[in-house]
């Protein structure tokens, strides 16, 4: 393929039609199909693959039908004069609002939108008290910021947004870890002093929409029992623990989510969880990214 490719490139140069003679509009409506990284890699080609890739008819294809709520989070200089394609390289970096506490971004792929909330955007049960919980800085946090547990009774973590979602099918996960972890002479390495109390009973998850949606499910957070070859597999690795799915038909008007995850049996104490964040994505995008579809 690359030997035709060549070819062709080649052709106008030797008589022959080559890729410089497709019409700018005809390569145009193919990009309509086209991922925007592969369109990003044709535009090297010639010059009218690099006007058809600049093009606003494609790039406002490819970005979602109310990309104007995301542009209203940054003040307007920051978007000034800025072509489609522009736009839509701006919106796939993550957008802080809410104190920086929360972030949305475009899939660089689909251009779908995705969200994410930090420990500090929820509401979470003894946070004030630090003989209950610690924030720890890590790189290993979009937030560079983690919530850790040592120990309590009553866990309860809280959190509620409202954004108007385009429509999708979204799916809410909770990224937690058991254990500390930390870097020492440059390895990581977890501690699980603290870590009691997930294998007992189990956590509960819920979320619910200002259109009367729900969903909940449970999990024990903790193995009880040890794998000989390869230990707890749930201890010392980040974890996205699925909660439910929502279904957003229009952003307008915009959709309210509220979400928790809780443990109040009070009859054991429970410690050593790190709480990092809730992700808000498109149902399917996680199991893509796992097959290698999307990047």
């Known amino acids: 393929m690359g030997a035709s490719l060549s070819n062709l490139t080649e052709g106008a140069g030797m008589g022959g039609p080559g890729l410089g003679d497709i019409p700018e509009s005809c390569v145009a409506c193919v990009f309509m199909y086209l991922t925007p990284p592969e369109i990003c890699n044709l535009a090297r080609l010639n010059r009218a693959f690099r006007g058809a890739a600049s093009s ?9 039908s109310n990309y104007q709520d995301l542009l209203h989070i940054l003040p307007p200089d920051r978007y000034l004069n800025f072509s489609k394609k522009d736009i839509f390289a701006l919106l796939s970096r993550p957008l802080p609002f809410d104190d920086g506490h929360k972030e949305v971004w475009l899939d660089r792929v689909t251009g779908r939108v995705c969200m994410s909330i930090s420990a500090k955007g929820m509401a ?14 890590t790189e290993e946090s979009r937030f560079h910021e983690v919530a850790y547990l040592q120990q309590i009774w009553w866990f309860e973590v809280d959190g509620v947004v409202k954004f108007p979602f385009p429509a999708d099918i979204y799916t809410l ?15 990581r390495v977890c501690n699980f002093d603290h870590t009691h109390g997930w ?10 929409t200002s259109d009367g949606q729900q969903a909940s499910c449970e999990f024990c957070l903790d193995e009880t029992e040890q794998d000989e070859v390869n230990g707890n597999q749930k201890r010392g690795c980040w974890i996205d623990y699925k909660v439910g799915e929502f279904i957003v038909t229009d952003s307008e008007p915009a959709t309210e989510v509220k979400f928790s995850m809780k443990q109040i049996d009070c009859t054991h104490s429970k410690g050593g969880l790190c709480v990092d964040s809730v992700f808000i994505i498109p149902s399917d995008l996680k199991a893509r990214k796992r097959r290698g579809i999307l990047k």
Request: overall charge positive; aromatic content about 16%; cysteine-free.
């Open 56 to 64: 606003d008819s494609v790039w406002e294809n490819k970005l979602p």
């Open 173 to 187: 996960y909770f990224r937690l870890h058991l254990g500390r972890f930390s870097k020492r002479l440059g390895r």
């Open 199 to 208: 294998d007992i009973k189990p956590v509960r998850f819920e979320l619910s």
């Open 124 to 137: 979470i049960t003894g946070i004030e008290d630090r003989r209950y919980w610690t924030w720890v800085p």
